[in-house]
Antibody, heavy 119, light 109 residues
Framework: QVQLQESGPGLVKPSQTLSLTCSVS??????????WTWIRQHPGKGLEWIGY???????SYSPSLKSRVTISVGTSNNQFSLRLSSVTAADTAVYYC???????????WGQGTLVTVSS | EIVLTQSPATLSLSPGERATLSCRAS??????LAWYQQKPGQAPRLLIY???NRATGIPARFSGSGSGTDFTLTISSLEPEDFALYFC???????????FGGGTKVEIK
């Protein structure tokens, strides 16, 4: 059973870069068959897909965030990361990391972490 | 761009009643359609994947159906723990772009 855990600062100042890490256990990021993704949820709102990374290193991002987002495999074992630059209050949200299967619509989610953008 | 529209926004029902939630797509979809349950302060929980497959540990009272642009999540007899927010989600073939519906809140009448 894969488990995912987000970590990073809960408070980021406007114009700075939001950086989060997802630690994965029970499955290897480098093996095929799965993609690794970030999703966010604004307070009291719906879900917004941010982007994904595959074992090969290929990525794709939401068009609305593409100019500010980078998803990469972490330097430590079995982690992947999200960087979102030039943040504003509109980026305040719960950020989830998740694992999706390449051959189904099933997605396994981390518990999520609230990031607030405020000075 | 695919848009998923869920209806109704709120469903007021009593325990034991049947709940029928709709997810309508702006264009015909593949079978990569999933449903999630979310409770306050919790991450979404996978209920149904690939239109009609129950995830591990999900009770049989939850079922999914549909094709093309119309998909349905049915809860045959509501239990107290089923009152929550429900989302549908589509995944494009490749790259795996995820699209979410706006959600249906199932509340106690």
């Amino acid at each position: 059973q894969v488990q995912l855990q987000e970590s990073g600062p809960g408070l980021v100042k406007p114009s700075q870069t939001l950086s989060l890490t997802c630690s994965v256990s029970g499955g290897s990021i480098s093996s095929g068959g799965y993609y690794w993704t970030w999703i966010r949820q604004h307070p009291g709102k719906g879900l917004e897909w941010i982007g994904y990374i595959y074992a090969s290193g290929s990525t794709s991002y939401s068009p609305s965030l593409k100019s500010r987002v980078t998803i990469s495999v972490g330097t430590s074992n079995n982690q992947f990361s999200l960087r979102l630059s030039s943040v504003t209050a509109a980026d305040t949200a719960v950020y989830y990391c998740a694992r999706g299967s390449v051959d189904s619509s099933a997605v396994s989610w981390g518990q999520g972490t609230l990031v607030t953008v405020s000075s | 761009e695919i848009v998923l529209t869920q209806s109704p926004a709120t469903l007021s029902l009593s325990p034991g009643e049947r709940a029928t939630l709709s997810c309508r797509a702006s264009q015909s979809l593949s079978s990569f359609l999933a449903w999630y349950q979310q409770k306050p302060g919790q991450a979404p929980r996978l209920l149904i994947y690939d239109v009609s497959n129950r995830a591990t540990g999900i009770p049989a009272r939850f079922s999914g159906s549909g094709s093309g642009t119309d998909f349905t999540l049915t809860i045959s007899s509501l239990e107290p723990e089923d009152f929550a927010l429900y989302f549908c989600q589509h995944r494009s073939n490749w790259p795996p772009i995820l699209t979410f519906g706006g959600g249906t809140k199932v509340e106690i009448k």
